[in-house]
C-alpha cells in the first residue's frame, strides 16, 4: 500500500481475502485509511470461485439498514430473497438493487439446479450508504436486467454505465445520491481518459494490470484519484476494471450488516436483530429457517 504516489493517484488499497464460509472475497472497502469513495461504503469482489457439484454460495438470512446494496455478476448466478417476498435470480450483466432502508433481511443462495453442477462465480457486490434523509426510507428491491444497461464498444473499448451518467450514457438504476459506478473491457495497449464523473473516484482492477498516469494497478488492487484530476487508464495487458464514484457524504458508522450516521441507531438494530421477533426484521418468505446470529 502507497500514499500519494501522483498527482492523479492519491491511494492504492489492496484487495484483503475474507472467508465467508464455503467461499472467499476480495474486500477493498471500508479500508482504515479511506473507508468511502463518494456514497460508496463496502466493495467486495465475490471470486473469481470454481464450485464443485453442491457447494457455493449459501450466505443465510441477514439484515441490514440505512443503506443499499448493489450486485453485479460476470460469471454464474445467486439466488436473492428478502424480507418484501422478493425472489430473484441474478444472472451475468443484471444489476439487483436492495435498499435497506429502516431495515431489511435477506439470504443470497444458489437455485438447486446449479448447485447439481460444476460451476463459475464472479462478480462484485457494493454497499452504498443512504443520505441522512432517505436513511429511514421504506425499504425496496429494484432489479434491472443486463439489456437495460447502457454501454458502448469501440476500438478496443468496451464501457457499461451501470450508475449514473458518462460517454453520453444515462442508466436507469435508481440512485439516491449522486453515483457513478461503470465497468470497462480494454484492450492492451490502449488508453480511455477516466470520466469527470464525480468530486471523489477509484478505479478496481478485476483482472489484468493497468497504468493510470505512469502508477501501476495489478489486479485486485483499488486506484483512489485525486479529486478533479484528469487521469487516463492504459491497458497493460487485455484488462477488466470498474470505476466508482459520487458526490461525498457525512460521515458513517458500521459494525456488521449495519451502516448508520447515528451510532445509536446501529444500536438499535443490533438489540432488534437479537430479538428475532420478526417486526423490525420480518422474516424472509421460503426460507424463514435459519439466520446468521449477532457477531460476538
Same mark, same amino acid.
Given at each position: 500500500?502507497?500514499e500519494a504516489l501522483s498527482e492523479t493517484v492519491s491511494l492504492i488499497i489492496p484487495a484483503r481475502e475474507k472467508d465467508l464460509g464455503g467461499f472467499k472475497v476480495r474486500r477493498v472497502l471500508p479500508f482504515a485509511k479511506h473507508r468511502m469513495v463518494g456514497p460508496w461504503i463496502f466493495f467486495d469482489?465475490? *471470486? ?20 443499499? &446494496? ?5 460469471? *454464474? ?19 439487483? #438493487?436492495? %435498499?435497506?432502508?429502516?431495515?431489511? &433481511? ?50 478496443? #473499448? ?11 450514457? &444515462? ?20 488508453? %480511455? ?30 486506484? %483512489? ?24 457524504? &457525512? ?16 444500536e438499535q438494530a443490533k438489540a432488534d436483530w437479537q430479538a428475532q421477533d420478526g417486526i423490525a426484521f420480518p422474516k424472509v418468505p421460503g426460507d424463514e429457517l435459519e439466520f446468521i446470529p449477532l457477531p460476538e
Amino acid at each position: 500500500m502507497s500514499e500519494a504516489l501522483s498527482e492523479t493517484v492519491s491511494l492504492i488499497i489492496p484487495a484483503r481475502e475474507k472467508d465467508l464460509g464455503g467461499f472467499k472475497v476480495r474486500r477493498v472497502l471500508p479500508f482504515a485509511k479511506h473507508r468511502m469513495v463518494g456514497p460508496w461504503i463496502f466493495f467486495d469482489h465475490m *471470486g473469481p470461485a470454481d464450485f464443485a457439484p453442491g457447494i457455493g454460495i449459501n450466505v443465510r438470512p441477514h439484515p441490514h439498514i440505512n443503506l443499499a &446494496t448493489v450486485t453485479y455478476l460476470f460469471a *454464474g448466478n445467486i439466488l436473492h430473497r428478502d424480507s418484501l417476498g422478493t425472489r430473484s435470480v441474478i444472472k451475468p450483466g443484471d444489476i439487483n #438493487l436492495m %435498499v435497506a432502508g429502516k431495515g431489511i &433481511t435477506h439470504s443470497e443462495r444458489e437455485e438447486e439446479s446449479a448447485q447439481a453442477r460444476a460451476r463459475h462465480l464472479d462478480g462484485l457486490q457494493l454497499w452504498l450508504a443512504l443520505p441522512e434523509a432517505d436513511e429511514e426510507i421504506d425499504p425496496a428491491f429494484y432489479h434491472y436486467d443486463a439489456d437495460d444497461i447502457p454501454g458502448i464498444t469501440e476500438d478496443g #473499448l468496451s464501457v457499461r454505465v451501470m450508475m449514473g451518467e458518462a460517454f453520453g450514457l &444515462t442508466s436507469p438504476v435508481k440512485t439516491y445520491a449522486q453515483t457513478f459506478y461503470a465497468e470497462f473491457r480494454l484492450a492492451a495497449g490502449k488508453k %480511455v481518459d477516466a470520466p469527470l464523473t464525480a468530486e471523489e473516484r477509484a478505479v478496481y482492477a478485476c483482472n489484468g494490470a493497468l497504468e493510470i498516469d505512469g502508477q501501476r494497478l495489478e489486479a485486485y488492487e483499488m486506484a %483512489v484519484l485525486a479529486p478533479g484530476a484528469a487521469v487516463t487508464i492504459t491497458a497493460l495487458e487485455d484488462a477488466h476494471f470498474v470505476m466508482i464514484g459520487g458526490e461525498p457524504l &457525512t460521515e458513517r458508522h458500521i459494525y456488521w450488516n449495519f451502516v448508520s450516521s447515528r451510532p445509536e441507531r446501529i444500536e438499535q438494530a443490533k438489540a432488534d436483530w437479537q430479538a428475532q421477533d420478526g417486526i423490525a426484521f420480518p422474516k424472509v418468505p421460503g426460507d424463514e429457517l435459519e439466520f446468521i446470529p449477532l457477531p460476538e
